[in-house]
C-alpha cells in the first residue's frame, strides 16, 4: 500500500516551516509519567520552552527491546507509580490543550493492541498526538496499524538501521509518515560520547533512496549539540534527543525544579545546533 501522504499533516508541516528557515529539526524524547506525572508535565513543558521542534512522548512497556539502561530505569519508574497508557495520553493532552507542537508518541505494539488498533488511534488523535512509533512492528505486518492512523489523521512513523537492505528500505520509506527515524547505531538507546561515522554514513545512503519524498531524523546516542550538527551537515532533517534527557532526570529525582531547568538549558543548546551557521 503507497503512501500517498508523506507531505501531509502537522510533523510534516514542521519540517516544512523549519526547512525554510534553513534549520533542521530537534525532536526531544521523554519518558511518559516520568518520575511522577506532574513532574513529567513540567520537564516536557521545560523541553517545549526550551525549543524543541517536537516532542517525543514514550509510553513505559515492561520488555522493552530498544531501550537502554537509561530509558528501562525511567520506564520502572513510572510503571511503579501506576502509569498507563491512557494516562500518558491523558497527559499529552493536556501540553497539548497550551502548546501549538507536534507531539510523536513511541509504543510497543502491545499495548496498542490491547486498547485495540481503532480505539488506540482515536483516543490518541482525541489526546493532540500526531504521529506514532512502534519498534517491534515490522513494516510488512503494519497494514492494520497504518489504516487505523489514517482514519484519525495520524503519521505511522517506522524506523530503519544502518544495515536495512535497500529493498526493505523502500518499502519502509513507502509506508513511513511525518519522518523516517533513522536508527543510527547497531544496538539499543543511550548517550555516546562520540557519533559513529556509521551514523553519518547511513544518514547519505537513506537520503539517496528518500530522494527527498520525506524528512529524516536520526536517533540513537545522539548526545551532544556537535552530534546535532554533524547529522544535519551529513544531510539528516533532524535529530533526535533521548537518552541525555532522560538522564537528566534520573539525576535530579529529588530536585524537580532543577530538572526543568537543566532540560530547558539542555534543548536550548541542542536546538541552537540545528540553527544556519552565519556567513
Known amino acids: 500500500m503507497p503512501n500517498a501522504s508523506h507531505n501531509s499533516g502537522k510533523i510534516a508541516s514542521k519540517f516544512r516551516e523549519l526547512r525554510s528557515r534553513r534549520e533542521g529539526a530537534l525532536i526531544a524524547y521523554l519518558t511518559g509519567g516520568d518520575p511522577d506525572p506532574e513532574s513529567f508535565l513540567c520537564n516536557a513543558q521545560a523541553l517545549i520552552e ?6 517525543e512522548v514514550g509510553i513505559p512497556f515492561s520488555d522493552p527491546i530498544a531501550d537502554g539502561p537509561v530509558i528501562q530505569a525511567s520506564s520502572h519508574r513510572a510503571l511503579a507509580r501506576g502509569i498507563t497508557p491512557s494516562k500518558i ?10 502548546n501549538d507542537i507536534p507531539i510523536v508518541i513511541l509504543t510497543y505494539y502491545n499495548p496498542v493492541m490491547a486498547a485495540g488498533l481503532d480505539k488506540f488511534m482515536k483516543t490518541a488523535e482525541e489526546s493532540g498526538v500526531n504521529g506514532v ?7 510488512e505486518e503494519s497494514g492494520p496499524l497504518c489504516q487505523a492512523g489514517q482514519k484519525q489523521d495520524i503519521d505511522t512513523i517506522f524506523l530503519a538501521s544502518p544495515n536495512t537492505s535497500p529493498q526493505r528500505m523502500k518499502r519502509i520509506l513507502e509506508r513511513s509518515q511525518g519522518f523516517l527515524y533513522l536508527v543510527s547505531l547497531f544496538g539499543v538507546t543511550g548517550p555516546r560520547r562520540e557519533l559513529s561515522p556509521l551514523a ?4 547519505k545512503v537513506v537520503r539517496n533512496l528518500a530522494k527527498g519524498t520525506i524528512p529524516i531524523a536520526a536517533g540513537f546516542g545522539i548526545t551532544r549539540p556537535e552530534h ?15 537518552s541525555a534527557l532522560v538522564e537528566i532526570v534520573s539525576q535530579n529525582l ?3 525544579q532543577a530538572a526543568a531547568a537543566k532540560l530547558r538549558d539542555a534543548v536550548s543548546e541542542l ?9
Do not use: E
Open 50 to 55: 526550551g525549543g524543541t521542534d517536537i516532542l
Open 89 to 98: 495520553l491523558g497527559l499529552t493532552a493536556k501540553l497539548s490543550k497550551f
Open 133 to 139: 512509533v512502534v519498534p517491534d512492528l515490522s513494516v
Open 200 to 203: 553519518l554514513d547511513a544518514v
Open 228 to 242: 546535532v550538527s554533524a547529522l544535519l551537515q551529513s544531510g539528516a532533517d533532524g535529530a533526535i534527543v533521548g
Open 254 to 256: 529529588d530536585q524537580p
Open 271 to 279: 536546538k541552537r545546533a540545528t540553527l544556519p551557521k552565519a556567513a
